[in-house]
């Protein structure tokens, strides 16, 4: 893998403009994978994460049994692939063949990186108050990757029933904002 | 104005691709406006959404103390605006005033609409349990407001000290997702 070590103060980047996510996770030797894109930045560093798992994913009792995943951030080539891994679940298919994903050694939890996604985040989950009420996990981000020859990430961000825009230009203005 | 009624049900396709947006509140007859994007879809309908606004922002209190607010939502024409907005405190400034932004009366809440702004959610905090620990307000939308004549609204979504990135070309996969 080409990645390198993203420093964990700049993960609010990846996460604040709201892309489509892939989350991993494992259990008993097998590993699963969601889409998803109800999650919001709590908190810099070390950074927080919370996210919104519907007790009808397959992914909802992984998450709880093992309290770890990884966030992993796909763009725009893998589009056909994300929306996919939405329409399955992982109680009957393993997403990984299906999808052809290529599953890598996390280095802090044993759900497996993505291998095609430009950016990973291997997370702990580390408060459960809101489950039962709202499905929302807090998560705390332990060591993060980034593939360094993706410049402007494509990002994926849903707008409901199959619609879908592409990041579009940049731009730079004078800020105070972190 | 112009703007028409917009479904409870079809809030979440608004917020889910993570715009910046405005958060205005009002107290004593004095409105303000403060720039966010720490935010996410927690429940389609009603629509429920968390935020997270540190205690440090004037709005921290505003909102606290009248549990109501409005979340407007900008597109690319209102960009300066917006970082203005997120570049001063509404303890010194009359962000309306000094932004040439135009208040309208909501119908649900005290605080007002931005004219300015293709769509508006009438907001009420409906849960503070996460407020001490993470400053996370859990609010329900109450009354949505859009702009009939913006059909692909470019969103805009922070990345970072001042770099965004809008909101580029849609595309439609087949999506069992809602």
Redesign the interface.
Known sequence: MTKKNFFLS?V??LL????VVLVTTARKGRANVM?M???????FEPP?V???ISDWNYTFGLLKATRECVINIPTMEL??KV?GC??TSGAKVDKFERFRLTPAAASRVKAPLIEECYANLECRVV?T??VS??C?F?LEVLKAWIDPAVKNP?TI??????????????????????
């Open positions: 700049r609010y980047g604040e403009p709201g892309p889409t894109s109800w999650h919001t930045m709590i908190e927080l919370g996210c919104v589009a056909k929306v939405g329409n408060d108050r809101m009420k709202y929302l807090v494509r961000h849903h707008l409901g029933k199959g619609h879908f825009m592409v990041a579009g230009r940049r731009f730079k203005l004078p800020s105070k904002m972190k």
